[in-house]
């Protein structure tokens, strides 16, 4: 751990403007990005008494090797580029808040040609509309009572295009829960006004839709038509059903969302209930771990940068009004910033009498028994975690926490199809952002062990590329500068995703699967490199051995160990994802065209080639101006593809054709 005294600016170095500042680890990454209305005032905060701070801004002000800042011209500026920079880097060390998940959407796809009904959790996709969030049941039940009357798409795009094939409907056009886009029973816009009208229900017009329907009730009635006037019936009884689900708590212009936290000294659970239309229509939640000695106010701050800021998050959903448990410092600075986003007027206020209040008061108890709920939840688990990384560390006599673990496994088929895999885990938790898949050729797909000693080296001497990439352009004139205009541009610019280093981060501890010539393979590699400070181990799947370099005896840990059981979760982890690439690539060398070794022959004009002759051998017998005739095959290309098979490259497929040897089937004749 680094001494903040070691890289403790001067204090008259630091302007007193306005700002954002980020602390970097030894490494050069963004562990943690902050702002403040004085820069000076708040950095010195860090550096004048360390041992007074809260331990885990303690360990991130131990963590970092370096700190940096931008001056912005006011505090909405900094709000903007902190809120950026903490998106761009994501920094271990900032309050994030965790979404529990447990909530799924309903969303409509208005950006595709036959918009589709569907539940969907996890990321927010562009040019489609979101609803809820809801319970599991309540979003099923919710959607397939509106389907009867809104018979909209909620078909996949694989039964889509085999009804467009077929000239028949899916079983929901049969029973009259879908238009049929698919085979022209409704037009395309005809389709599109449906899903609008879908939206419009679930954005708070219910009750225009309802009036309507008992017109058509009424009329149907007064023309004697009774079946149809009980089709209408059955249609409002189903709106009314979805309606009246959501409780009336506030008045029915009302549209909010109504936040309230709750919090010990380590960590904040907050929940969220979406009000529109004056009735509760969905609820949410979070938990975050405080790292500074955040305020409340601070909190809510936060929580509205995050909440408000995704990308598509705010299209639509934004409300007039957010009511938060106490105003933050900066109120002013974020309803503007809230203003733009919505574009229109967004009221932050605490409310503190009447219906609202009510309300609050009931969001507040859910965040204290969500609060509780994660507690003794994670109390087991956190336990475990730290149980086994302490556990792992003195059974291997490591003189390093062992903060991240990367775990490399070789999959293969008879030493064909050589692939290998990285997953790493981080702090006892799996981080699926830094795995990676490595192809192996050439002598390195030989054997395991060469295999082994290959992606090794590849892995670090990529490390040890990207780092000296990063130090060369710390030490290049202007470099704050440019970080100065790379700021302006971010605030300007928060769609483009910044480059982000594959490599750049190594780890504690290296898990290979494989005994004694693995390992000695992988130690091999990094003592190459010149890489003393990554210790490396094997996980024998036989007896469950751990192997050392240059050992000749295994650790053998308890079979209820728990650092034995983060090691074979983590190779486990490792095996199955070499597994799901090798079968990728196995399934696509299975399919393979005499075609595909041309050079400068994409798919493209594969396909154009084989539309325009037929076959291979077609194309084979072809002369060069023939081939020219084909859509994007210009002279050049024409001669390359003679030149290709006049070499001889593909003579073999002359009399075997290309066979999908998953299910015999016969590519190209």
């Known amino acids: 751990m680094a001494d903040p005294a070691s890289y403790r600016p001067q204090t008259g170095e630091i302007p007193t403007n306005p700002g954002v500042y980020r602390f970097r680890d030894p490494h050069g990454r963004v562990i943690y990005v902050g702002k403040a209305k004085s820069l000076r005032s708040r950095l010195n905060s860090y550096f004048a008494n360390p041992g007074g701070l809260l331990p885990k ?11 940096e800042w931008t001056v912005v011209g006011s505090e909405l500026e900094s709000l903007q580029l902190e809120y950026t920079w903490i998106k761009e880097f994501k920094p271990r060390f900032n309050v994030v808040f965790r979404d529990d998940k447990t909530y799924p959407y309903l969303a409509v796809t208005m950006g595709e040609k036959f918009p589709r009904v569907q539940v969907l959790r996890g990321e927010r996709r562009k040019g489609t509309r979101y609803f809820g969030p809801y319970t599991a049941g309540a979003i099923r039940e919710t959607m397939d009572t509106l389907l009867r009357v809104f018979p909209v798409r909620s ?39 449906l899903a609008e009208d879908f939206c419009s229900f679930m954005g708070g017009e219910a009750k225009r839709f309802i009036g ?21 019936r059955d249609d409002i009884i189903a709106l009314r059903k979805v309606f ?48 500074e000695d955040f305020t409340t106010p601070d909190l809510v701050e936060h929580l509205l940068q995050q909440v408000y800021g995704e990308e598509g998050e705010t299209q639509g959903r934004l409300p007039r009004e957010v ?13 503007q910033w809230l203003a733009g986003l919505r574009g229109a007027k967004v009221d932050i206020r605490v409310p503190r009498r009447g219906d609202k209040a009510a309300l609050m008061s009931t969001v507040r108890e859910n965040a204290e028994h969500a609060l509780k709920l994660h507690k003794s939840r994670r109390a087991g688990d956190l336990t475990n975690r730290s149980l086994a990384l302490q556990e792992l560390q003195e059974a291997l006599d490591l003189p390093v926490a062992l903060l991240r673990i990367e775990c490399f496994d070789i999959s293969h088929v008879q030493g064909t199809n050589v692939v290998a895999s990285m997953v790493v885990v981080e702090d006892g938790l799996p981080k699926k952002s830094d795995y990676r898949k490595f192809s192996i050729t050439g002598a390195a797909a030989v054997d395991d062990t060469a295999a082994m000693h290959d992606v090794l080296t590849r ?44 490599f750049a981060y190594p780890p504690n501890l290296v898990v290979v699967d494989g005994g004694k010539p693995q390992v000695n393979a992988a130690a091999r590699a990094l003592a190459e490199l010149g890489i003393d400070d990554v210790y490396v181990v094997g996980l024998a799947k036989r007896l469950e051995e751990v192997w050392l370099p240059d050992s000749d005896f295994p650790v053998i840990l308890p079979r209820t160990s728990e650092g034995l059981y983060l090691l074979q979760r983590i190779r486990d982890e490792a095996h199955r994802f070499a597994i ?21 022959l994409g798919e493209a004009k594969r396909k154009a080639l084989l539309a325009q002759f037929g076959s291979v051998r077609s194309i084979r017998t072809a002369s060069a101006a023939e081939l020219a005739t084909a859509k994007g095959i210009g002279p050049s290309l024409a001669d390359a593809i003679v030149s290709h098979f006049s070499n001889g490259a593909a003579a073999s497929d002359a009399e075997a054709p290309s066979i999908n040897m998953t299910t015999g089937e016969i590519i190209e004749t």
């Open 57 to 67: 801004t303690y360990a991130m002000v131990h963590a970092a090797s370096s700190v």
């Open 459 to 502: 892995r670090f001497r990529n490390y040890l590329q990207e780092k000296a990439s990063q130090a060369e352009a710390a030490q290049l004139p202007g470099h704050q500068a440019a970080l100065e205009a790379m700021a302006v541009a971010s605030m300007q610019d928060t769609t483009t995703p910044a480059p982000r280093a594959k």
């Open 155 to 193: 078909c996949s795009p694989g039964v889509l295009k085999r009804a467009q094939a077929s000239g028949r409907p899916c079983l929901l056009g049969y029973i009259d829960k879908c238009a049929a886009p698919c085979v022209g029973r409704v037009t395309p816009e005809e389709h599109r006004a």
């Open 323 to 335: 009511l938060v448990p106490e105003e933050p410092s900066n109120a002013a600075e974020l309803a």
């Open 212 to 232: 309507r329907l008992e017109k058509d009730m009424a009329a149907a009635v007064a023309e004697l038509d009774y079946e149809r006037a009980a089709r209408v």
């Open 580 to 600: 799901t690439f090798h079968r990728q690539k196995r399934g696509k060398a299975m399919t393979v065209s005499a075609l595909d070794s041309v050079p400068g």
């Open 244 to 291: 009246e689900r959501n409780a009336v708590v506030l008045a029915e212009d009302t549209d909010a969302d109504v936040f309230a936290l709750h919090e010990d000294e380590l960590e904040a659970a907050v929940q969220v209930f979406h009000v529109r239309g004056g009735r509760v229509r969905g609820q949410r939640g979070w938990v975050v771990e405080k790292v």
